[in-house]
């Protein structure tokens, strides 16, 4: 029989819950893998029917040997080379009222004159407040063709998927972005795919999860 898309979210996602949940950034002798796809989960973010969390963006290391550095970025100091920075932060602001221009300001480059100002760097304790709430797991995985490739699977078919709708407190939905308000991730790129992660991609997942335990 062949799972809905619904049956085999949930079946990913119960794949994906076998591996070490990590809570605080990766470390010279954490156990979090060089190189994989990492899951990043927040709290009261759950599938339908409260089965687990839903995971609320997937992300990858293009660099090899690199995941430790990206995972890092997203705790701090800034959010020069941090995307999902960029994305907390600019819901935190939409949220507490501020304007769209200063939302896109948020968005600027280092080398913008407000980089640095008082405001923004309020929120960016604030947005490293909200990355230490969230958890993560990591699937390890050597191959860069090979992460690229389930990255845009697996975020094609969270994004679809009507169980993994965000609830209505997340933080998302205040987001600048509306691929992430619509999607219910903080991802954009790969939202819309409809290259969606296919039944036969789950014994390749199983086996890699398989391996990481
Ligand atoms: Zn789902």
């Known amino acids: 029989m062949v799972a809905t898309r619904e049956q085999l979210c949930e079946t990913i996602h119960q794949e994906i819950d076998r591996l070490p949940v990590f809570k605080t950034k990766p470390t010279s002798i954490s156990t979090v893998p060089k190189d994989g796809i990492y899951f990043w989960y927040e709290d009261g973010e759950m599938r339908m029917g409260n089965r687990g969390q839903r995971v609320t963006r997937v992300g990858i290391n293009e660099r090899p040997g690199r995941l430790h550095g990206r995972i890092k970025e997203h705790y701090g100091q800034n959010r020069e080379g941090s995307t999902f920075r960029k994305h907390l932060g600019g819901a935190l ?5 501020e304007p769209e221009s200063e939302i896109k300001e948020w968005y600027r480059a280092r080398r913008s004159a407000r980089f640095k100002d008082s405001k923004f760097c309020k929120y960016e304790g604030l947005v490293t407040q909200q990355a230490e709430l969230g958890s993560y797991r990591v699937l390890k995985v050597t ?3 090979e992460r690229e490739e389930l990255e845009e699977r697996l975020i094609a078919i969270f994004s679809h998927c009507s169980h993994c709708s965000p609830s209505d407190s997340w933080l998302g939905t205040h987001a600048y972005r509306n691929e992430i308000r619509l999607s ?3 991802n ?3 939202v819309c795919s409809t290259n ?6 789950l014994l390749r997942l199983r086996k890699r999860v398989r391996l990481a335990r």
């Open 93 to 97: 602001l939409a949220k507490d009222g």
């Open 188 to 190: 954009v790129e790969y």
């Open 143 to 145: 191959s860069i063709s």
């Open 196 to 201: 969606e992660f296919q039944n036969q991609d």
């Open 184 to 186: 219910g991730l903080w």
